[in-house]
């Protein structure tokens, strides 16, 4: 939801914004690599046999800490923040950065959050010890 309003929101703010070549082939190598990023994580969750549905983390099955979760905890978030960011990139519009902005910080104070609990409670010291290893987003 929150990355559907982001690009309903980039869509609105960038409203007969033109692509240019050198711009939308950016965005297609920016948009490509987040979407493997973020398709990568389902596969392997669903790999796994665990849920890849934010919403209901509790019947996560599998702590999945290999493939590319070995170098980001929310892969299918980055992807998604990628892909967003692909779009502005795509419009020309530095202000189509705006609701990434919004997506990754709604994202990481709220849902992130619930979703380590969650985790916390299920896998106790294995998660511990995967969300010190590994960071939430890309970068420490």
């Given at each position: 939801m929150w990355a559907a309003g982001a690009g309903l929101t980039q869509l609105a703010m960038t409203r007969g914004a033109r692509a240019a070549r050198a711009t939308t082939s950016a965005a297609t190598v920016l948009g490509v690599a987040s979407a493997g990023l973020a398709v990568g994580a389902v596969l392997r969750f669903r790999s796994r046999g665990t849920t890849v549905d934010p919403m209901d983390v509790d019947r996560a099955q599998a702590l999945v800490t290999d493939g590319v979760n070995a170098w980001t905890r929310n892969p299918m978030y980055v992807g998604l923040a990628g892909m967003l960011a692909?779009?502005?990139?795509?419009?020309?519009?530095?202000?189509?950065?705006?609701?990434v902005l919004g997506f990754v910080l709604a994202i990481d104070r709220w849902q992130i959050p619930a979703e380590e609990a969650a985790l916390e409670r299920a896998f106790g010291g294995e998660y511990d010890a995967y969300r010190r290893a590994i960071p939430r987003w890309v970068l420490r």
């Open positions: 692909a779009h502005a990139v795509h419009r020309r519009s530095p202000a189509g950065l705006l609701p």
